[in-house]
């Protein structure tokens, strides 16, 4: 099993920014790929960016292009989320997950984060 553990989240002023960080423990030999996801009130979860577990090239959806950045710090066995210039619209919970493969599909991650609230106020 691998556990995930998100911290980082809050409240913030549209154009702000936050770090969101995603710990993971147990058999991280297991970890292909890491990713972030979110999902908003009354919305489907949908993907935000991803990274492979030992480093290499990102993947980004559309909206978070230009704004949001993910890394890893493989030593910490950590992966982050920069986020910047935050609006309203990025209000929601935010997930860390794991998978074996190189995918955006939430069914395609066995392991998940237990989430952690990011508020973005206008």
């Known amino acids: 099993q691998v556990q995930l553990a998100e911290s980082g989240g809050g409240l913030v002023q549209a154009g702000g920014s936050l770090r969101l960080s995603c710990a993971a423990s147990g058999r991280t030999f297991s970890i292909n790929f890491m990713g972030w996801f979110r999902q908003a009130a009354g919305k489907e979860r949908e993907f935000i960016a991803r990274i492979p577990w030992s480093g290499g090239a990102t993947d980004y959806a559309d909206f978070a292009k230009g704004r949001f950045t993910i890394s890893r710090d493989g030593a910490k066995n950590t992966v982050y989320l920069q986020m910047n210039s935050l609006s309203p619209e990025d209000t929601g919970v935010y997930y860390c997950?794991?998978?074996?493969?190189?995918?955006?599909?939430?069914?395609?991650?066995?392991?998940w984060g237990q989430g952690t609230q990011v508020t973005v106020s206008s």
């Open positions: 997950a794991a998978g074996p493969i190189r995918s955006r599909y939430v069914s395609s991650h066995p392991y």
